[in-house]
Protein backbone atom coordinates (compact mmCIF):
# COMPACT_ATOMS: atom_id res chain seq x y z
CA UNK A 1 0.00 0.00 0.00
CA UNK A 2 2.90 2.30 -0.07
CA UNK A 3 1.81 3.97 -3.79
CA UNK A 4 -1.01 4.26 -3.18
CA UNK A 5 -1.08 8.30 -3.58
CA UNK A 6 1.37 8.76 -0.70
CA UNK A 7 4.36 8.63 -2.93
CA UNK A 8 3.34 7.94 -5.97
CA UNK A 9 1.90 10.54 -8.96
CA UNK A 10 -1.64 11.88 -8.74
CA UNK A 11 -4.04 12.35 -12.11
CA UNK A 12 -2.10 15.56 -12.19
CA UNK A 13 1.18 14.59 -12.38
CA UNK A 14 0.10 12.07 -15.20
CA UNK A 15 -1.56 14.56 -17.20
CA UNK A 16 2.27 16.83 -17.21
CA UNK A 17 3.73 14.07 -18.22
CA UNK A 18 1.58 12.47 -21.39
CA UNK A 19 1.52 16.13 -22.35
CA UNK A 20 5.59 16.60 -22.04
CA UNK A 21 6.12 13.59 -23.74
CA UNK A 22 3.76 14.52 -27.11
CA UNK A 23 5.83 18.51 -26.81
CA UNK A 24 8.72 16.55 -26.75
CA UNK A 25 7.65 13.81 -29.51
CA UNK A 26 6.22 16.43 -31.78
CA UNK A 27 9.15 19.06 -31.24
CA UNK A 28 11.52 16.08 -32.30
CA UNK A 29 9.81 15.61 -35.53
CA UNK A 30 9.73 19.69 -36.69
CA UNK A 31 13.46 19.59 -35.93
CA UNK A 32 14.14 16.80 -38.30
CA UNK A 33 12.10 18.13 -40.83
CA UNK A 34 13.59 21.82 -40.78
CA UNK A 35 17.13 20.16 -41.14
CA UNK A 36 16.20 17.26 -44.13
CA UNK A 37 14.18 20.90 -45.51
CA UNK A 38 17.58 22.75 -44.68
CA UNK A 39 19.85 20.37 -46.07
CA UNK A 40 18.29 19.78 -49.28
CA UNK A 41 17.92 23.06 -50.41
CA UNK A 42 20.55 23.75 -53.30
CA UNK A 43 22.55 26.82 -52.96
CA UNK A 44 21.70 28.27 -56.26
CA UNK A 45 17.84 27.44 -56.13
CA UNK A 46 16.30 30.93 -55.87
CA UNK A 47 13.77 31.32 -53.17
CA UNK A 48 10.83 32.17 -54.20
CA UNK A 49 7.57 30.52 -53.72
CA UNK A 50 7.17 26.75 -55.07
CA UNK A 51 5.59 26.71 -58.52
CA UNK A 52 6.45 30.46 -59.60
CA UNK A 53 8.27 31.29 -62.65
CA UNK A 54 11.17 34.23 -62.96
CA UNK A 55 10.23 37.32 -63.94
CA UNK A 56 11.75 36.93 -67.54
CA UNK A 57 10.36 33.67 -67.79
CA UNK A 58 6.61 35.05 -67.39
CA UNK A 59 7.67 38.38 -69.66
CA UNK A 60 8.76 35.42 -72.60
CA UNK A 61 5.70 33.59 -72.10
CA UNK A 62 3.33 37.06 -72.91
CA UNK A 63 4.90 37.99 -75.45
CA UNK A 64 4.61 34.54 -77.13
CA UNK A 65 1.06 34.08 -76.46
CA UNK A 66 0.52 37.77 -77.96
CA UNK A 67 -0.59 40.18 -74.72
CA UNK A 68 2.29 42.45 -75.17
CA UNK A 69 3.94 44.06 -78.63
CA UNK A 70 8.34 43.56 -79.19
CA UNK A 71 8.47 46.98 -78.14
CA UNK A 72 6.78 46.19 -75.05
CA UNK A 73 8.51 43.44 -74.19
CA UNK A 74 12.30 44.75 -75.03
CA UNK A 75 11.00 47.88 -72.83
CA UNK A 76 10.23 45.19 -70.14
CA UNK A 77 12.96 43.18 -70.18
CA UNK A 78 15.28 46.17 -69.95
CA UNK A 79 13.64 46.95 -66.89
CA UNK A 80 14.18 44.17 -65.06
CA UNK A 81 17.84 43.58 -66.08
CA UNK A 82 18.46 46.41 -64.90
CA UNK A 83 17.04 46.00 -61.40
CA UNK A 84 18.87 42.69 -61.73
CA UNK A 85 22.11 43.55 -62.27
CA UNK A 86 22.55 46.70 -60.27
CA UNK A 87 21.75 50.35 -59.90
CA UNK A 88 20.64 52.26 -63.06
CA UNK A 89 23.74 53.58 -65.36
CA UNK A 90 22.04 56.46 -67.12
CA UNK A 91 22.97 60.22 -66.11
CA UNK A 92 20.90 61.99 -63.70
CA UNK A 93 19.53 65.57 -63.56
CA UNK A 94 21.25 67.38 -60.53
Same mark, same amino acid.
Given at each position: $???? *???? $? *??? %?????????????????????????? $? *???????? *??? %?????????? @????? %? !??? !???????????? !? !??? %????? @????
Amino acid at each position: $MYYW *NHRG $M *NGW %GWFVASISAILFWVLLILLIVFLVRT $M *NRSPGRPH *NAP %GRLPPERVLA @ERFAR %G !EID !EDEYRRRLAVLR !E !EHH %GPDKR @ERAP
